[in-house]
């Protein structure tokens, strides 16, 4: 009998459909991807900053020159921005509708100077890396007063939205107003924490860690946890085990942390669905502004930020577009055990070696 | 500069790219594979699927043979099951119910190389009518709450035979994306006292620049904040909560601006997959004041990646007034 459950976040519901359910691997044809035009002309590998904007920001241990070869990690301004970052924000009404001007900034953050597709390649020092430049744009871009969220999502294969050229690489988007999703999430943590005074993330860890069915792998400061309500298969969240709402706020030693779960997590998932289509975003705290009084009051005792990473293993269709219900042919409690049982492989892409 | 425009309804923000619109040409063509092998949804193949719920046959003859035009019958790897109860129970901080629903599949034509788009007005009508009697047939059984209609038209829309079919499914609950509209326009209808769908079809009307056919009953538009590229509504003009309850002239109607504007979004876009769903009031015996049922159609042109996802925000390269404008057959 397939099950209807609610994410006690957001009340979404999802139906776990277990009598379609399929085998890892047999979600693996999804699509053939196209052609990977030739190395030389990836934009983002080490000397070719020329075919880049120039760079936002870089981490170039040598310290060399901007927009030169030499650098662990680079930040460049999208080419295809969806958002620009000059203007005044305006808001206008068209009779019932309402427009805002689409400012906003759009950065790619180029995750290796070598063209390594993919996280699980790269070291955890170099990981270790990629979450401090994380950290330091969403920290630089708060002092904007225009912007009110960045979301720093991944899409890894053509399915899951990358470009041509599979070369390792983040995304982030600061907008000015909260984007729904986050909201949603934001509004369903402090119901909660109205009524029980408590957080609605460190009560589901502690029935999750009561239980262990859906627990994939476990740092000393992280959980990596398939959801009781996954709306995708092997739908994955890393969350900190202490109570945290803002993702820049992380320790040192937290930071080293998450990067070995971020690089066991997705190890793990690369090798149980065979480097998988995958998207991935980190649900933080909102920047808390006086806009108006008690915006988001709560938020540092009521939200708790974690990664949601979602392999992209089935296509939606018209009933999840028209119902917001998602259809879910594998069961978080296989998935994890599956996420369990994977050897991540400890191997280091030869050529993503670091200075 | 490129626009954040807001759904007025469901409070949606949508980011419409208006620098360097995408025209149709812009998408590339989708392959298309018309395989016919074995296809379960074809005249003769009746016994490779669960038998069958209804199905009309102008000539007469019987349940389950061959003569049919349009046939109805459960779907083989159903979303949920119809048999049993709901039993919602708690577990710890986790709420659940058992799957109970029904999922149906709609075949609209014998014919497996005909697309939606290639149906006799009339096909169309009885298509309709088929919406119309299941919906009227399952909200009967109590356990359901609402009954979503939609098509899966392409494998990018997540077609998985390619055999042109409807599908249905009756949940035992209210799905959020509608539960979103339905308190939106009721926020709406409280302070204004008029329907929010109502207003909009005022301003389309009299704008124009979205509009891309009317018909005595039916609007066509591309919405304000559409979310994707070319994505179109149908709506009745006239203030209606629930689609079962159309009078037989409005489905018609329904039926007809359906085909015509499939048939311009086949042409212009070089027969893209897309999705359409029914949007209507809940199966609930009152339908909410300010409700207004109406058929989105998307599309798949582009995909939804990880912005998408973590922020809910769509981003459209094609505003609506230029697809429109394509829609109309302008160039």
Wanted: proline share 9%; glycine share 6%; net charge negative.
């Amino acid at each position: 009998m397939p099950e209807l459950r609610k994410d006690p976040l957001v009340g979404r519901w999802v139906i776990i459909s277990t009598e379609r359910a399929k085998r890892p691997d047999e979600f693996l044809d999804l699509e053939t991807p196209e052609q990977e035009p030739p190395q030389e002309d990836c934009p983002f590998c080490e000397g070719h900053e020329a075919k880049t904007s120039p760079e936002i920001r870089a981490i170039r241990p040598a310290g060399s020159r901007p927009n030169s070869p030499g650098w662990n990690v680079r930040v460049v301004p999208s080419i295809a921005p969806v958002l620009r970052i000059e203007g005044d924000l305006k808001q206008e009404k068209q009779g019932i509708y309402e427009i805002t001007s689409g400012i906003g900034a759009h950065e790619i953050v180029i995750e290796s100077p070598s063209h390594v597709s993919s996280l699980t390649d790269l070291p955890e020092t170099q990981i270790r890396q990629i979450i401090n430049v994380y950290i330091e744009r969403i920290t630089d871009l708060e002092k904007d007063p225009r912007f009110r969220y960045v979301l720093l999502f991944k899409n890894h294969g053509q399915a899951a939205g990358e470009g041509q050229f599979r070369h390792c690489r983040s995304q982030l988007i600061a907008l000015p107003i909260n984007p729904i999703r986050v909201r949603e999430e934001l509004r369903g943590a402090r119901a909660y924490f109205e009524m029980k005074e408590r957080c609605v993330l460190c009560d589901m860890l502690r029935q999750e860690f009561d239980s262990q069915e859906r627990i994939a792998a476990e740092t000393p400061y992280f959980v990596a946890l398939t959801p009781f309500a996954s709306r995708f298969p092997f739908e994955l969240w890393i969350l900190p085990k202490l109570h945290a709402a803002d993702f820049t706020t992380l320790s040192p030693e937290h930071r080293d942390d998450l990067a070995r779960m971020m690089k066991t997590a997705f190890s793990k998932l690369s090798k149980v669905l065979n480097d998988p289509p995958l998207n991935y975003i980190i649900h933080t705290a909102p920047f808390r502004r006086p806009v108006k009084p008690g915006y988001w009051r709560t938020v540092d005792e009521d939200f708790h930020w974690h990664i949601e990473i979602m392999p992209r293993l089935t296509r939606v269709a018209g009933f999840e577009w028209g119902s917001g219900f998602y259809i879910n042919p594998f069961t978080p409690e296989e998935a994890a055990h599956f996420l369990r049982e994977a050897k991540e492989t400890v191997a280091v892409h030869p050529s993503a070696g670091l200075a | 500069m490129a626009e954040i425009r807001m759904d007025s309804a469901v409070y949606r923000w949508v980011i419409v790219s208006t620098d360097n619109p995408m025209s149709p040409a812009d998408f590339e063509p989708e392959p298309r594979k018309k395989g016919t092998d074995s296809c379960p949804f074809c005249p003769g193949s009746e016994q490779m699927t669960p038998p069958e719920i209804a199905a009309v046959r102008p000539k007469g003859g019987q349940a389950n043979d061959p003569s049919w035009s349009l046939r109805i019958f459960p779907n083989r790897f159903p979303a949920l099951r119809i048999e049993g109860d709901l039993d919602r129970t708690g577990a710890g901080i986790y709420d659940l119910m058992n799957g109970v629903g029904a999922h149906e599949v709609i075949v609209e034509t014998p014919d497996h190389s005909k697309d939606l788009a290639d149906l006799q007005p009339e096909q169309m009508e009885l298509l309709m009518r088929a919406f119309q009697e299941r919906s009227i047939d399952l909200r009967k059984d109590k356990r359901f709450k609402y009954l979503l209609i939609f098509k899966n038209h392409g494998a990018s829309a997540g077609a998985s035979l390619s055999h042109s079919h409807c599908q249905l499914i009756a949940l035992p609950i209210v799905p959020k994306r509608v539960m979103e509209e339905i308190r939106g326009a009721d926020r709406y209808y409280e302070q204004n006292q008029r329907c929010v769908f109502c207003e909009m079809i005022r301003q389309e009307t009299s704008e124009r620049s979205r509009v891309v056919l009317e018909t005595p009953e039916i609007l066509c538009f591309a919405p304000f904040a559409s979310r994707f590229p070319f994505e179109l509504w149908l709506i009745p003009k006239k203030h209606a909560a629930d689609f079962a309850a159309s009078p037989p002239k409005l489905l018609k109607e329904t039926g007809e601006a359906l085909r015509q504007v499939l048939i311009r979004i086949k042409e212009v876009l070089r027969n893209p997959s897309y999705n359409f769903m029914i949007h209507t009031s809940p199966l609930a015996a009152t339908p909410p004041e300010g409700y207004h049922w109406h058929i989105e159609l998307m599309p798949r042109l582009t995909r939804v990646a990880g912005f998408e996802w973590g922020s809910g925000f769509y981003v459209n390269p094609t505003p609506p007034e230029v697809a429109a404008k394509y829609l109309r057959g302008e160039k």
